[in-house]
Structures are given as C-alpha cells and as structure tokens.
C-alpha cells in the first residue's frame, strides 16, 4: 500500500526547495558553446526560445526573434522555465520505497521489479487491472507512445491523459459542431476581427504571449466582450464585461444569439446551404430573452443586448474561450451555446472570422491527437470504430482482438480504483494529487493500489504515494514535437543530456513493454523514428501529420495539421472553402437548454466556488513551485472575496478563513477584492497537500466530455481566529511547501 508515510523526510529530501541560480552560478563572461533554438515548456502558445548551453549544462536563455508567435517575448513562466534543467531537486536515480522511505535503486532492479509486479497482476485479474495515465506536456512522440504502450504493450483499456482535465468538452464541442477537434483560425486572424468575444478566458495571466495579438486587434480598432464571473486583468480591458454567475454561460450565449435573430443579424443564406439543426437551435434560443437570461445569470439584460448587437452587426468577429467556460458538468453544452452564435452569423473560415480555444497545457492540442486519450487512437481516429480499428491494428500488426475497446476518463479510472477493478498504475507527467477534483478521494485511491508507478523528474505530491519512482527528462533534454492550441505543430530540440542516471521517457516506457515481453512493437532508437510511425499511423485521419516532417517545421517555423502530403504546406485556417468535417460537409447546429452546475448554493453553502490560474504558476505548481523568483511573486493560494461578503462575515484582508464544501475543508489568507461577484469566491489551484484548491472541488463529471466540474461548487466560508498571514503585496518572502506545512 503506497501511502506517505515519512512526509516530512521526503519534503527535505525531494523539495520543493528555492532555486534561483542557473549552473555553477551567476558568471559574468561565462562562454557559450552553443545556443539552441527551442520552445517553452509550458503553455499552449509554445514561444519560441533559445537555450544557452556552456559545459553541457543549460546556463540561461535569450530571446528568439525569428518566431512569428511571440517574437522574442516570454512570460514570467518563460523567462526562468531553464533553471528546472539542472535544479537540485531533479531526480538523478531510480527510487524504489521500502517501510515508507524511497531508497536508490539501479534500473535493472526497478524495471524487473515493475514488470515482475504488472505481469502478477494481470495474471492474477487480468488485463484491465493495470491502469495508466499520461500527460499532455510530454512530445507528441511520447503521447503517442504511450498509447500504444498501454493497449499493444500491456494490452489494457485503462488509459487517459491530463488533457482530460484541459480542453476536452472543447474538443466535443468542436466535433459536434464542425466534426473536427482543432481551432479553425491561426492567431493572426484576430487583429483582423471588429469583435472578439473572450469567455471564461483570461488571456493576460494565463495565456499572456497572446496578448500580442489581442492589443493588434485593439490597435486596428477592434473591440473585446469579456465573458467571466471574475473582473480580471483581461476583463478590465474589454469594452464590455458580462460578469455572469459561474456555470450560466448558455444562458448567456443564448440571450446574445436571441438579440442577434431579433435584429435580422443572422447570415441566412450560409445557414441554409452550410449548416444543419436551425430550426430547433432558433426554436430554444428565442425563448432566451435578454430578460430571461440576466434573471439566470445575474448580468443586466442591457449587457446582453449590448454584446449581442456588437457582435452581430460586425462584418468580421471571432470567438475564443478556455477553462472558464469548460469545466462544468454542462461544460460541452456552454461550448456548443457559443458555436451556436459563430454560425448563425456565418462568421467561420475566413480572415478575422471564426473560432478558437485557449489551451492551458503546452501540448494539450496534440497530446490527445494521436491515442493517449481513453477513446482515441492516432489521427484523431476512434477506438470505438471497426474501420479506424482495423487500420490501427493492421498498422501495428497487432491482432484485432487484442486491441482493448475504449476505457474511461482519469477521474473514472480513480473511481476504479477505489472499486478494485485496477490493481497497478502507471503515470507519467502528471501529478493527480493537485490537479484531480476531491483529492481526498485521489489520496484513497493511490492508498489502495497494489502496486504504483510514477515517472517524472521531480518528486511531486502524487509521486510520494509511488511504490516505484524513475527519473524521467526535462524538456531541454530531449527532442519531438508539440502542437499549439492554434494548430501549429513545432519542434523541441535536444540542448542536453539527461543528468545523472536519468533516461529519456520513451526509452523508459519502451523498456517496460520490451520486459513484458512485447518488444516487436517497442524498436525505436530515436524520437525521429516515432514520430516517423506516428506520421504514417496518421494518415488520412482527422490529424493528418502524414506530410509532415522535423525539417519542414524548421524550415516553416512550424506547420499547420491537417498536412496529408510532403508537397502540402500546411492549414492554418480550416473551413475556408465552407466545407466541414461530416460527411455531408455541413456543420451542425445544436438545440441547448439551460442546465446549470451540479450544486447550486443553499443556506449550509451559500457562495459559489470557482478556481483558476496566477501567472506566476503553472497546473500542479511542480515545476514553478521550486523557482524562487515565481515563488516570491505567488507564494501560496489564497481566496478572493468581494468586500460586501467579508463585511458580513466580519473577515479582514489578509486574515485566515476556512474555506469548506461538501468533500472538504482549507484554509486560506483573504484577498477582499472588489473584482469578484458578491456571491462568488476564488482559489487558485496550483498548490498540494492542505493548500489545495481541489481538496474542496466537485467530481462530478460532464457526460459527453466527461471533465470535472472545477469552476462551479457550493462552498462557505468561515471566519478563523489565528494569526493572519501575509499575502501578496504584503511583503511575504517566498516560502517553501515544506515550510508552509510546518507552519514557519
């Protein structure tokens, strides 16, 4: 039973710990032996950065001009994501726990230890009884991998990937409606947009390089609507902001798409020869009056008339939206609700007209392209269909009744667990114990494995509970491709070798599949040699990579799927001859009725709890978490409160409260702020263990993309007596987990 028993050592031991110098410390006239062009490690913009390279070790970094994306800017993020390389925390060995204490092991001794355990488990529960897990920050090379791994190398159904907790009730959405999981315009479409919208999407914190792009718009004299419950940075930008309660965005978006049909602002002839499903759509949408809607949303009926003549009286328009808007229980029916306005304004597929996601995880596009998902395999192919099936298994020569049938999301796959159904796990590049909602639950789970694996290069939250840990590589020291929430497919580069005992991911998965005694399918010597599989696995799916190659994206600065031939160049922009992806080439409108969140608040919860991000850190905070810098800006959680709800509540800013909903409890400084709804509170949630956003978050899953509902859960809060504790701007210094934990 993989339970954490010597937190306190693992803290000194593993971190996270303050790092703040590159290798051998600030030099002045330190020479340079190489300078290696490459891409943040981080969001889904991937800036383009050069690595600086001196003595085999990464040193620091300039800016790389040459990228038409970000053109030499980086965020905060960027600026220091080279001193995760050769940071003292990194794992240098393999580690296999022994009585609660993680020891030194050789890599002989940790693989046959975990082929040895999965090959008794399966024989003893059979196949499904191991569940893996992924990431979407790994190269498109490992996501595909790792696909193949679980259902050719371990012949399991149980895998999903980190994405699922990202833009997948996007990717549902975009499939619905235009039959495709892809944003169909480039990002330079949006200087040329009169109107954005922005729902739940707040760009300059958490996708901030894309600013570039939307101040072009607002020097070309475009004007923004912000959609979000929070008046955040971006919000206070926007020339109009619709404060809505979380969880109400459809009748928000169709309160817009009613004044939009009342004032004959619809694009008829694209909808008769272009679209299906208006009539029900328009019979559901005219019933969302800007009345209506303002009473479900608490936004004054004038905003919403407002946005919706904005929007459709501009010749040219684009919708983008991210997190803020998806992770609900009815989070695929608030994309549709928006794609709904796209279309009926006809506003799709040309330059400055469309519709895009903002992608929180840097490769969380193809991440799931290519069959880490639970129901996809290689080209956005279905694991569910006996055509893209049998391709597959051709393709791989894998017989096709050893193909699993699809599995289930990661939050399911937990539920499994506590179940009995999976007895192992495999996870890589990820760290469930602060991304997953109700972590208690996940603590429960992990605790009753039989058996656990965890590959990463830092020890993080979910690693302690690890029965195996084996030391994985940064981004810096290997090579693939990743692929924007825009489309673009770009190219990480190798700067360095891996430090200490430390192996490249997709020589540590193939080396499980070859001991389980399925080297046929595990030969690759390279990255190169699995993204060439992968290319070909590709072809003629959705995602075709096929025409695709390592020199074409350094030549092209990157290249846009679907590519099918080396003589195509790439598309950046879908849908510009007005053709979509079902197989009448129409897209398709969908009737959506307001649901709203699982929990509503009541008298025990009154408030609504809603999560998000801080610039200054990245998802489970494993990696930004141990830079001192990114630290010192945004050293610990906190819970933002409109002043009229601390009034009543008698709390202080800065003063501790205890946050608490149905699955748990934290507590948190006060940041009494008049940028929140009266009736809303926010925790950021990049932080573990008692600081945790997600010990407090709802479960509950959407049913068509099957994401949590992380924006929307009844909490209440309550006021502590206890020393306060100083927040940001309060001349708080950066403070380690460890250190927080103990109470200094």
């Keep these: 039973m993989s339970k954490v028993e010597h937190l306190e050592q693992i803290i000194d031991q593993f971190g996270p710990h303050l790092h703040d110098e590159p290798w051998g410390g600030w030099q002045g006239g330190r020479v340079i032996d190489r300078v290696v062009p490459t891409h943040c490690p981080y969001c889904g913009v991937q800036c383009g950065m050069n690595l600086l390279v001196s003595e085999e070790h990464v040193v620091g970094f300039e800016p790389r001009y040459d990228f038409p994306v970000n053109e030499g800017k980086l965020c905060p993020k960027g600026v220091t994501a080279y001193l995760q390389t050769h940071h003292p925390d990194r794992l240098l ?39 893996v897990y992924s990431g979407s920050s790994l190269t498109t090379e490992k996501t595909y991998l790792m696909g193949k791994f679980a259902r050719a190398g371990l012949g399991t159904r149980y895998i999903d990937y980190n994405g699922r907790l990202c833009m997948v009730s996007a990717a549902a959405g975009n499939n619905k409606a235009f039959g495709i999981d892809r ?81 004959g602002l619809i694009d008829e002839d694209f909808i008769r020869a272009r679209t299906n499903g208006w009539d029900d759509t328009r019979a559901v949408v005219e019933r969302f009056t800007p009345d209506v809607a303002s009473q479900i949303s608490g936004v004054p009926a004038a905003k919403i008339e407002q946005a919706g003549l904005l929007y459709g009286r501009a010749k040219t328009g684009m919708i983008m939206h991210a997190r803020g808007i998806e992770h609900h229980t009815n989070g695929v029916d608030n994309v549709l609700s ?22 929180g995880q840097g490769n969380g596009q193809g991440g799931r392209e290519h069959g880490q998902k639970a129901d996809q395999l290689p080209g956005q192919r279905s694991i569910n269909d006996p055509e893209h099936r049998k391709f597959i298994c051709d393709f791989w020569g894998l017989p096709e009744d050893e193909l699993p049938q699809a599995g289930v999301s990661v939050v399911e796959m937990f539920d499994k667990m506590r179940e009995g159904e999976i007895k192992a796990f495999l996870s890589i590049c990820n760290n469930g114990m602060v991304s997953l909602p109700d972590t208690n639950n996940i603590r429960r789970s992990l605790e009753g494995l039989e058996f656990n694996v965890n590959i990463d290069f830092f020890m993080s939250e979910s690693s302690r509970y690890a029965d195996v840990v084996l030391p994985g590589t940064t981004w810096s020291e290997d090579e693939g491709v990743t692929t924007s929430a825009e489309g673009r497919v770009v190219k990480i580069n190798k700067a360095v070798d ?103 608040p009541d008298d ?85 263990e008692q600081l945790a956003a997600n010990q407090l978050t709802n479960p509950k899953l959407d049913p068509t993309s099957k994401i949590p509902e992380y924006k929307a859960c009844a909490a209440r809060i309550e006021k502590i007596h206890s020393r306060e504790l100083p927040i940001l701007g309060k001349g708080r210094k950066g403070t380690s987990l460890s250190e927080v934990q103990r109470g200094k």
Aim: glycine share 10%; with cysteine.
């Design 93 to 131: 060995y393999p580690l296999i726990k022994r009585n609660g204490v993680f020891e030194r092991a050789s890599w002989d001794e940790a693989l046959d230890l975990i082929t040895s355990k999965f090959k008794e488990i399966q024989s003893k529960y059979g196949k499904d009884a191991l569940g």
């Design 183 to 263: 944003a169909a315009n480039p990002w330079s479409d949006i200087p040329l947009a009169e109107v954005l919208i922005l729902a739940g999407a707040n760009c300059a914190e958490t996708f901030p390089i894309l600013n570039k792009f939307l101040w072009q718009q607002r020097d070309n004299g475009g004007r923004w609507i912000v959609i979000d419950p929070r008046e955040t940075p971006t919000a206070r930008q926007g020339d109009i902001h619709l404060q809505l309660k979380p969880g109400t965005d459809v009748a928000v978006a169709n309160g817009m798409l009613n004044v939009v049909i009342r004032e």
């Design 338 to 359: 928006y794609i709904n306005i796209v279309l009926a304004t006809g506003k799709i597929g040309d330059p400055g007209r469309g519709y895009g996601t903002i992608t």
């Design 498 to 600: 891996p430090p200490g005992e430390a192996k490249e991911d997709w020589w540590i998965i193939q080396e499980i599949g070859r001991r389980m005694g399925r080297q046929q399918y595990f030969q690759f010597n390279s990255p190169r040699e699995i993204f060439d599989e992968l290319r070909a696995a590709s072809k003629g799916g959705k995602a075709d990579y096929f025409g695709i190659s390592y020199e074409k994206i350094d030549r092209q600065n990157g290249v846009f799927w679907p590519c099918p031939t080396e003589e195509h160049t790439g598309t950046p922009r879908l849908f510009d001859n007005k053709e979509f992806y079902h197989p009448d080439k129409k897209a398709k409108f969908h009737p959506v009725e307001y649901i709203g969140a699982d929990e509503k």
């Design 604 to 688: 025990e919860f009154p408030l609504i709890l809603t999560s998000g991000r801080v610039v200054y850190q990245y998802l489970s905070g494993n990696q930004t978490r141990r830079i001192g810098f990114l630290v010192q800006q945004c050293p610990e959680p906190y819970v933002e409160i409109h002043p009229e709800t601390a009034m009543k509540l008698k709390i202080n800013d800065g003063e501790r409260v205890k946050v608490i909903s149905r699955r748990g409890e934290g507590v948190f400084p006060a940041l009494v702020v008049r940028t929140i709804r009266p009736d809303t509170i926010f925790i950021p949630y990049h932080w573990g």
